[in-house]
């Protein structure tokens, strides 16, 4: 066995897991720009913060903090939602007007469009790891690529 072995199934280990990151990144990508084509735009009102207690992996205790949203559907039901996201910190208060979308029959899985999080947090995160993972991996594929060429060239 090479010694370069270990380093190069681990490198395709990480190729893997950025590919996997970047198709969920498209995925969720595609999945926003659809929801945002045939989604409503309404105005909706912060009612309430749902505080969550957690530990960090030092026992450290942790307060995040999730939005709650008040907003009125074009059928005139109140349709409350919480933020996907939460934050330790947070400069709104209750009675805050926030944009909201929500696609008709739906309205429970409305989303916050002002809460950049909300719509796009995830899909940039899988985006940045993917990004990171990835650029690794296609550094060994081209690698292997010159190397079987040179290898060609050389017979």
Do not use: H
Not at 68 to 97: H, Y
């Amino acid at each position: 066995m090479n010694k370069q072995t270990p380093i190069k199934v681990i490198l395709c280990i990480i190729l893997l897991a950025g590919s996997t990151f970047l198709y969920l990144a498209i995925s969720r990508t595609i999945d926003t720009i659809n929801f945002i084509k045939t989604s409503q735009l309404t105005k909706g009102y912060i009612y309430d913060f749902e505080t969550e207690n957690s530990r960090d992996s030092n026992g450290d205790k942790s307060r995040n903090k999730y939005t709650k949203v008040l907003f009125v559907d074009d059928d005139g039901n109140n349709v409350r939602i919480r933020s996907s996201s939460s934050t330790s910190f947070t400069t709104d208060r209750i009675g805050d007007e926030v944009e909201v979308r929500y696609i008709t029959g739906k309205s429970e899985e409305a989303r916050i469009s002002s809460f950049f999080s909300d719509m796009w947090g995830l899909t940039l995160l899988f985006g940045l790891f993917g990004i990171i993972f990835t650029a690794p991996g296609f550094i060994l594929v081209w690698n292997l690529v010159y190397d079987i060429i040179f290898n060609i060239k050389n017979r």
